[in-house]
């Protein structure tokens, strides 16, 4: 629209009343307000987006680089290879354990179908 007031001003001077013209300018006042709600509303899920991105980015660099990871490096350091080995094994076998669920869900999938695997 080209000129966005056309209409407000067109009521205001068909009015003889000076009701109308102040609902105008109180109508006009609202959707300033509105306008402005919405764009604070917006920039406030903007900033809260970007702050749990960089809580994620910080606990994922804790993980690597933090008190945690510094003890546990002291803690590999005291262990022998067989010691290092057996913990990486059993570390595989976790692994191994937490995917059943995922392959007997996909064997029930390729067997029953979609329909009964939900059930």
Known sequence: MAFPRLQELAAAQNSNNLSDAISVYIERKINDDLHFAAGLSHLWEVL??????????IAELNVFGGP????????????????????????????????????????????????????
């Open 48 to 57: 809260y987006c970007r702050v749990n991105g960089h809580r994620l980015l």
């Open 68 to 119: 945690l990871a510094l003890k546990c490096v002291a803690f590999f350091m005291q262990l022998s290879q067989t010691e290092v080995l057996k913990m990486l094994e059993i570390r595989k076998l976790i692994a191994e354990i937490r995917m059943i669920p995922v392959r007997l869900y996909l064997l029930l999938y390729c067997v029953h179908g979609d329909d009964e695997v939900g059930t």
